[in-house]
């Protein structure tokens, strides 16, 4: 590879990738093989240059990065002539909304290297393409699932999940000020039960239920049944929405939920949800709790909570 010679700062120069991109795109994807000096920096050649930016083209056009990034250059120059009838030129690449799959890549090299600069303004970018229902759905929570991923895998530690939950809580509660509900708004109380030690699934619920119009109360993880509950009856809550995401053993959680659903006023409707949620399936049915899959039945199930007569059917 005689003409290597390209470090990996001129290579985001040339290319238009944060440096962040290439390196999680060479370490997960396998997308380029860079030479290595004695040193071990990256060097690249023009023939690395040319496929990063045929994938930097085909990534903002759509494509998912995980499949093109197994394909040659000359497959590569195909399916993007392909795409739009003529080589896409780089001006026009540039201007196109980066698929949520870059911004997702972006954000995970960000907490890999703690670099919370780059992860703000990544988020703040692809809020401004996707708008706040947009963000949440199409990046926020896939990068919640995906560092809990790394994290079981062992692959970034407790320390990283930490760093990646401390910026999206502030970047949460941004993204849901303009939307807090107005003085009629219904009330949702939201929180992790005790035992359940991760948040961000809690965070994202309420992001998403101000941006619907309700007036959220965060109350944080592992909390016991009667603060939950409390807090709940002091706010007059139409719904209290309940993230379950880690451990998915607990022996103590189902009498806690038990506790929970008995002390909370009876009108007052139990939402569930996150990774964990299957593991306690009999004992939030046998609660009459609504369970909810992803963001999507979330909303809806919110949306018919507003309505007159608001009872949701388990």
Not at 49 to 69: F, P, Q, W
Not at 80 to 109: F, K, T, V, Y
Not at 219 to 247: D, F, M, T
Request: glycine share 8%; aromatic share 4%; with cysteine.
């Amino acid at each position: 590879m005689p003409d290597a010679h390209y470090p990996i700062q001129l290579a985001a120069r040339r290319t238009g990738l944060s440096t962040h991109v290439i390196r999680i795109w060479e370490q997960r994807y396998q997308a380029v093989e860079p030479r290595r000096t004695a040193a071990n920096h990256r060097l690249y050649s023009q023939i690395d240059l040319e496929r990063l930016g045929l994938l930097r083209d085909l990534t903002h056009a759509g494509h998912n990065i995980s499949r093109v990034a197994r394909l040659s250059n000359d497959e590569l120059r195909t399916l993007a002539a392909n795409a739009s009838g003529l080589e896409l030129p780089a001006s026009r690449a540039a201007a196109a909304m980066p698929a949520p799959d870059a911004w997702l890549d972006e954000c995970l090299a960000s907490v890999e290297s703690l670099d919370g600069r780059t992860l703000d303004d990544t988020l703040k970018r692809a809020t401004t393409k996707l708008g706040a229902q947009g963000v949440l759905h199409r990046l926020v929570a896939p990068l919640a699932q995906s560092l809990g991923d790394l994290w079981r895998e062992g692959k970034i530690t407790t320390a990283h999940e930490h760093f990646a939950t401390v910026h999206l809580r502030a970047f949460l509660g941004n993204l849901a000020k303009p939307f807090g509900g107005n003085e009629g708004a219904p009330a949702l109380v939201v929180a992790t039960p005790s035992g359940q030690l991760h948040e961000m699934g809690a965070l994202i619920v309420g992001a998403l239920a101000a941006n619907l119009g309700w007036t959220v109360t965060c109350l944080g993880a592992s909390l016991p049944a009667a603060e939950i509950a409390g807090a709940a009856r002091q706010k007059r809550a139409r719904a209290v929405a309940l993230s379950l995401v880690y451990p998915e053993d607990d022996a103590n959680l189902p009498g806690e939920l038990t506790l929970l659903r008995e002390a909370l006023p009876e009108d007052t409707t139990l939402l569930v949800g996150g990774r964990a949620m299957p593991a306690y399936l009999e004992t939030l049915v046998g609660l009459g709790a609504i369970l909810v899959a992803d963001l999507v039945q979330l909303g809806l199930a919110l949306d018919r909570l507003r309505q007159p007569g608001r009872k949701v059917k388990p």
